[in-house]
């Protein structure tokens, strides 16, 4: 039997998959049949069990609010303060007064943030499967900031429309003003807290880990299992995958905030081990978390932004859309809309829809809009899936701990 560790200063690891946990089963009766459930959590989803999929979803939304409601009890007198702040700024913004233009500033920018901090965390956290809204959202939003500050030789488009429509400025602008710097600067803010969001999305599982640790539970998560059977294979490891792990693994533990930056600070689709890592070895929260952020918010979001701007600079564009019309035989057809749609975008910028020019959406636009409508809508399906899986999960552990005490 393990030991549970209490007489020492941390909890001792949990028992893993070679060890007995009690005397009910053996190690590989135990790891087989552990394997069998992992497989059938993994086949309730919507087409192939739609009518349980959708019940076990439901109910493990009603378990989440009921934790979340107990949790907010508990800290009643934070969210007492909160909604004392709230009520406050509601006064503020429905009295009328001199102070209204700063509230409205204040609301843009604040709602603008929000807007793109949530999207980084449904970037990073995904509930399983990440919503990439760098290439659905932020990518495309930097694309057409680029382009219209080539066109329009300026990067001071009248506030509104803009960010909810782009349009050239009237006034004069001067030649050769618009540089790389001053598109990065147009769209820092956006960036930045996109950047932010991903880093607040790398937290769970930072914290699933050093709560396990520290609790010397078993933990509720499949990557965690995972993590502690590779540290206990480290010395037999083969395969590359698992050999990448490790190096991450190694380089985040004895290199601590400059090993972090550095797997932040590049894509990086193994950095969820960095934070299950620093949880285990109980890293501190800021080391991890400012290392994250600086990576991610700073970092990683200034080469992404910078790779943008210049693959759609203007003539970087009309070198693509050239190299199109020279493929044999279907170039000039592909070319076609491309440069159609450009045109229609030029003219969109110096004649802004509701002036007399008619809305017209080219077939890129249209296409476009229904794949970000698939993946939204297969988000959605992976989250209610994944909800299932996690009740049908907690019905498992029950059955579990039902066995060990008869």
Not at 39 to 52: A, G, I, M, Q, T
Not at 243 to 249: C, E, F, N, S, T
């Amino acid at each position: 039997m393990a030991e549970n560790g209490g007489d020492c200063d941390l909890p001792q690891r949990r028992a893993g998959p070679k060890e007995n946990r009690n005397g009910n089963f053996t190690d590989a009766s135990l790891r087989e049949r552990k394997q069998q459930d992992r497989e059938e959590r993994l086949s309730l989803v919507l087409w192939r069990r739609p009518l349980l999929t959708l019940q076990y979803s439901f109910l493990e939304t009603l378990i989440t609010l009921k934790e979340w409601t107990w949790k907010l009890w508990r800290r009643r007198g934070v969210v007492f303060l909160v909604l004392v702040l709230f009520s406050v700024f509601s006064m503020a913004y429905s009295i009328e007064g001199a102070h209204q233009k700063y509230v409205q500033y204040l609301e843009k920018k604040l709602l603008w943030c929000a807007y793109w901090v949530g999207l980084g965390i449904l970037s990073s956290v995904g509930l399983g499967t990440g919503l990439h809204t760098f290439l659905l959202y932020l990518g495309p939003h930097i694309a057409s900031v680029t382009l219209a500050a080539y066109e329009c030789g300026s990067v001071n488009f009248p506030e509104p429309p803009y960010p909810t429509q782009i349009i050239c400025p009237e006034e004069e602008v001067v030649p050769d003003s618009v540089s790389l710097w001053t598109i990065m600067s147009k769209v820092r803010l956006e960036a930045c807290m996109w950047g932010a969001g991903t880093a607040i999305g790398e937290l769970p599982p930072y914290f699933m880990a050093r709560a396990a640790r520290l609790s010397g539970a078993e933990p509720d998560d499949e990557d965690y299992e995972e993590f502690e059977e590779m540290l206990e294979q480290a010395q037999s490891a083969q395969d590359f995958a698992t050999r990448a792990k490790l190096a991450v693994q190694k380089m985040v533990q004895k290199v601590g905030f400059l090993g972090i930056l550095a797997c932040a600070s590049i894509p990086n689709p193994l950095f969820d081990l960095a934070g299950i890592t620093c949880g285990h070895f109980l890293i501190p929260f800021w080391t991890f978390f400012g290392a994250t952020l600086i990576g991610k918010a700073v970092i990683k979001m200034h080469i992404q932004k910078l790779f943008v701007i210049i693959t759609f600079s203007k003539h970087i564009v009309e070198q693509m859309v050239s190299l199109i019309g020279a493929i044999p035989g279907v170039g000039a057809s592909l070319q076609k809309p491309f440069r159609e749609y450009l045109e229609a975008q030029r003219t969109k910028l110096h004649n802004p829809v509701g002036d007399g020019t008619p809305a017209g959406e080219s077939w890129l636009s249209w296409v476009f809009e229904k794949v970000v409508l698939v993946m939204v809508c297969y988000f959605i399906l992976s989250i209610i899936n994944s909800m299932a899986q996690s009740y049908a999960k907690r019905l498992q552990q029950r059955k579990y701990s039902e066995e060990k005490t008869k």
